[in-house]
């Protein structure tokens, strides 16, 4: 007999296809990027590429950017009466989250493609390795939402912890 497919074991699985299919493309542009590219040097002249000051500037907000708004944005789901509501609300905050942190991303990328500078291309990976780290588990979401303790019983329940 199969498991039955819950809604909230469907939204996990939603979530976790969709992260990982931002992190896989944002990975394998940088990785197609860097084989195609024959021009690997690091250039440090910040007078002739002002980008290299600029885009450092940029991903560091674009990363403290897409924590304030998450968290203003989860601060919406406390209103809603419904787990999968609150789950929902949750989707929307990660996906503008993952928004604001891929856009330096693939700017840095497709830099480092028209210049060749590896700085680029180091920027990139750093944003990439911070990608990696906002992961929706189970244990994130619990946390993020503040869920109470019945909404967290039934969500362990179905996802399986």
């Known amino acids: 007999m199969k498991?039955?497919?819950t809604p909230i074991k469907?939204?996990?699985?939603?979530n976790n296809l969709i992260y990982n299919y931002l992190l896989i493309a944002q990975a394998a542009f940088a990785g197609i990027v860097f084989t195609?590219?024959?021009?690997?040097?690091?250039i440090t002249n910040f007078k002739n590429d002002m980008l290299l000051i600029i885009l450092p500037v940029f991903a560091v907000f674009a990363i403290f950017g897409a924590?304030?708004?998450f968290k203003k944005l989860i601060a919406v789901a406390s209103t809603k009466n419904t787990l999968l509501e609150k789950l929902n609300v949750f989707r929307t905050a990660?996906?503008?989250r993952y928004a604001l942190v891929e856009a330096p991303t693939l700017f840095a990328i497709v830099r480092y493609l028209t210049e060749g500078n590896l700085l680029y291309l180091i920027i990139a990976v750093g944003l990439i390795i911070y990608f990696i780290t906002l992961k929706p588990t189970a244990k994130r979401i619990i946390e993020a939402l503040n869920l109470t303790y019945q909404?967290?019983?039934?969500f362990e329940s179905q996802v399986g912890l």
């Open 3 to 5: 498991n039955a497919t």
């Open 10 to 14: 469907s939204y996990m699985r939603t």
């Open 36 to 42: 195609i590219s024959d021009n690997r040097i690091i």
């Open 67 to 69: 924590d304030f708004l």
């Open 94 to 96: 990660s996906m503008i």
């Open 151 to 154: 909404e967290k019983s039934e």
